[in-house]
């Protein structure tokens, strides 16, 4: 019987079921973040919303302004020339709207100050529809249509370049 243990794969992890933000640094001005407990999230008035696994999930609840809200990890260091994956589950709430078409990150690999690969969604007002999304420096390629009120697994494939070729990729995997 061969029996090999296998170390950790990951760089940095997060399951929120200290309930507590756990990364390096938080801004949310607009106090838009928050880490939720399943029995808050089961009294919302839609009633279906559940943490994907645990008893807690991270939360973002929009208050229709422009206040960046974000938590930032510096673990997870993405050289010139390196492949590095990310995996989160994501899910949209069924009341989840704007009045107009809007284009937004959700995951961001920054380099100093510039992005060099992100994923987000675009949310079209006209077919109250929301696509996942990536790109460069904002999303710009996107798929299909994702159902409200469903959770999805989204892992992204990020490839940086190596400094002057352009040769580097994101993919996304949902």
């Not at 001005?29 to 808050?40: E, G, R, V």
């Not at 997870?76 to 709207?97: G, Y």
């Amino acid at each position: 019987f061969w029996r090999h243990k296998l170390s950790f794969p990951y760089i940095f992890a997060s399951n929120w079921e200290t309930g507590a933000i756990q990364h390096d640094s938080e801004t949310d001005t607009a106090a838009q973040l928050d880490i939720a407990h399943y029995t808050t999230l089961a009294a919302m008035p839609y009633g279906t919303c559940a943490p994907f696994s645990g008893a807690y999930c991270l939360r973002l609840q929009l208050t229709g302004g422009t206040a960046d809200a974000n938590l930032v990890e510096g673990d997870i260091d993405i050289a010139a020339d390196t492949l590095r994956w990310v995996k989160f589950n994501i899910w949209f709430s069924p009341d989840f709207d704007a009045t107009a078409d809007d284009t937004f990150a959700i995951f961001e690999a920054i380099a100093t100050a510039t992005n060099e690969a992100v994923m987000g969604a675009r949310y079209v007002a006209a077919d109250d529809a929301i696509k996942l999304g990536i790109g460069e420096t904002v999303p710009t390629s996107f798929g299909a249509t994702i159902k409200k009120g469903t959770w999805y697994t989204v892992e992204l494939r990020i490839d940086l370049d190596a400094g002057g070729g352009n040769d580097g990729s994101i993919r996304i995997f949902v």
